[in-house]
Structure formats: structure tokens, C-alpha cells
């Protein structure tokens, strides 16, 4: 009983046992359950389980004769219509599985926005998904650093009739956020501030920093902007909402 004869065998959904038991079937022919447990070296009561097993995937055969049954393992080309069938029943479901498999594999990667000329490029991204966008700790310096770039994009965030939901910082400028036609804006409590702002939208979700050199780092992974969701939705709730005159 060679070791790659168990693993191909194996391969085709038998257990080891299965497969001991039908390799030495094969090799001293038509028997009864006991020769062949104690010819395999394994307890009988788990050779006539893996016969039975067997039986059903059309790999031995059996006869009765003088009140004994005796079993006797089917040519072995039979193994390879069991790989068909298994081949086939894999076919079936396949495209099911790969389904399940890109809704559940979520694609993660990390793209890195530097300087004025990648911070448009970020906020063009935002746009593209036509989706809600969220700005936690937001500060109002991108309308600072990019006040004619900006004030497009708030056009465009208009036009599209994004909703977009700002939880701005403690001491953040309140000002540019009220072009908004589908946004709500909200202020955190005194003390809650940090250079660091935080953007979400879609399955992405982002860590930008207005210093000298602006940077913006995306991450794309449901899982990591879900956990950015909790914490956003647990501050907005200690915002205190800012109500804006509508000219």
C-alpha cells in the first residue's frame, strides 16, 4: 500500500480509512470484513463503517454465500468516474462559491494621496461613489488650502444630491460647511479636537492631515470602514447640531 495511492485516493473525499480499506480490497481480493481489517491493521468495526461508505460510492461490490458476505473492491476505473462526479458537482455550485467568495473576500488596499495635487485627486474619489460622506474632526482647512478647488466640489456634491454628514472639532471653522443641500453639521463638545480628520464613504475610509504637505492615507475594506461607522455614530451623538440661514 503505497503512501501517494492513500493521498490521490484521498483526494476523491475518502477518509484514510476508506482508502486503506478499498487498497486492500483491491490487493487480496474478494474477502470478508474481517481478512481485510486485520490485513490493513485496523478495528474491524471501522472497516465494515468504510465498506458500507464504499458500497454507497460504487467502489466495492459484495456477494453472501454460505451466510457470509464477502467483499470485493470494483475495477479501479471506477475512481475515475468518482472524479468526474465530483468534478461535476463542484461545476454545479462554483459559480455560487465564487459569488460568496467576492462578497466575503473584500478586497483591501491602500492608496496614498500627498501634496494639493493628490488631496483633489482624494476628494474627486469621493465623489465617484455617489454615496453618503461622512468628515469626522473635520477642521475646514481644505477650504483654506483649496478654497477655488472646493467650492466646485461642493457644486458637484449638490448637483449629485450626496448626503454628507460633518462632525467638525471643537474649535473647527464652521463657515465652509454650509453650502451643503444635503448635509448635516454637527460640532463636537469643547476639548474634542485633533489634526487629524477622518472621511467615509462607501467601503473606504480615510486618515488625512492639512500639515504643510497635506496627506490623505485610503484604505478600501468594509471591515476597517465599519469600524470607523461605530466610532463616527458614537460622536455624532455628542455633537450638538449647527443650523445654518438658507439664502
Same mark, same amino acid.
Given at each position: 500500500?503505497?503512501?501517494?495511492?492513500?493521498g490521490?485516493?484521498?483526494?476523491?473525499?475518502?477518509? $484514510?480509512?476508506?482508502? %486503506? #480499506?478499498?487498497?486492500?480490497?483491491? =490487493?487480496?481480493g474478494?474477502? *470478508? +470484513?474481517?481478512?481485510?481489517?486485520?490485513?490493513?491493521?485496523?478495528?474491524?468495526?471501522?472497516?465494515?463503517?468504510?465498506?458500507?461508505?464504499?458500497?454507497?460510492?460504487?467502489?466495492?461490490?459484495?456477494?453472501?454465500?454460505?451466510?457470509?458476505?464477502?467483499?470485493?473492491? $470494483?475495477?479501479?476505473? %471506477? #475512481?475515475?468516474?468518482?472524479?468526474? =462526479?465530483?468534478?461535476?458537482? *463542484? +461545476?454545479?455550485?462554483?459559480?455560487?462559491?465564487?459569488?460568496?467568495?467576492?462578497?466575503?473576500?473584500?478586497?483591501?488596499?491602500?492608496?496614498?494621496?500627498e501634496?494639493?495635487?493628490?488631496?483633489?485627486?482624494?476628494?474627486?474619489?469621493?465623489?465617484?461613489?455617489?454615496?453618503?460622506?461622512?468628515?469626522?474632526?473635520?477642521?475646514?482647512?481644505?477650504?483654506?488650502?483649496?478654497?477655488f478647488?472646493?467650492?466646485?466640489?461642493d457644486?458637484?456634491?449638490?448637483?449629485?444630491?450626496?448626503?454628507?454628514?460633518?462632525?467638525?472639532?471643537?474649535?473647527?471653522?464652521?463657515?465652509?460647511?454650509?453650502?451643503?443641500?444635503?448635509?448635516?453639521?454637527?460640532?463636537?463638545?469643547?476639548?474634542f479636537?485633533?489634526p487629524?480628520?477622518?472621511?467615509?464613504?462607501?467601503?473606504?475610509?480615510?486618515?488625512a492631515i492639512?500639515?504643510?504637505e497635506?496627506l490623505?492615507?485610503?484604505?478600501?475594506s468594509?471591515?476597517?470602514?465599519?469600524?470607523?461607522k461605530k466610532y463616527?455614530?458614537?460622536?455624532?451623538?455628542?455633537?450638538?447640531?449647527i443650523?445654518?440661514?438658507?439664502?
Open positions: 500500500m503505497k503512501p501517494e495511492h492513500i490521490v485516493l484521498q483526494t476523491l473525499g475518502l477518509t $484514510v480509512i476508506e482508502t %486503506k #480499506t478499498y487498497l486492500t480490497s483491491l =490487493e487480496i474478494k474477502s *470478508i +470484513a474481517g481478512a481485510i481489517a486485520e490485513r490493513a491493521h485496523l478495528h474491524r468495526r471501522n472497516v465494515y463503517d468504510a465498506l458500507e461508505n464504499l458500497l454507497q460510492k460504487g467502489l466495492v461490490s459484495y456477494t453472501i454465500s454460505n451466510g457470509k458476505k464477502y467483499w470485493n473492491a $470494483v475495477h479501479p476505473e %471506477k #475512481t475515475l468516474t468518482l472524479a468526474k =462526479e465530483n468534478e461535476n458537482l *463542484i +461545476a454545479s455550485v462554483l459559480p455560487d462559491l465564487i459569488s460568496k467568495f467576492s462578497a466575503s473576500k473584500l478586497k483591501q488596499t491602500v492608496e496614498i494621496f501634496g494639493l495635487g493628490g488631496m483633489k485627486s482624494f476628494f474627486d474619489d469621493m465623489t465617484k461613489t455617489k454615496q453618503e460622506i461622512v468628515m469626522l474632526f473635520a477642521t475646514g482647512r481644505a477650504y483654506s488650502r483649496l478654497p478647488y472646493m467650492k466646485n466640489w457644486c458637484k456634491i449638490n448637483q449629485e444630491k450626496i448626503k454628507i454628514k460633518v462632525l467638525l472639532n471643537s474649535d473647527g471653522d464652521k463657515k465652509p460647511y454650509k453650502n451643503y443641500k444635503y448635509g448635516e453639521v454637527k460640532i463636537l463638545p469643547k476639548n479636537s485633533t487629524t480628520q477622518i472621511f467615509i464613504y462607501g467601503d473606504k475610509s480615510a486618515v492639512w500639515s504643510e497635506p490623505a492615507i485610503l484604505i478600501t468594509t471591515e476597517v470602514t465599519n469600524g470607523f463616527f455614530e458614537f460622536l455624532w451623538k455628542l455633537g450638538k447640531r443650523k445654518y440661514r438658507r439664502i
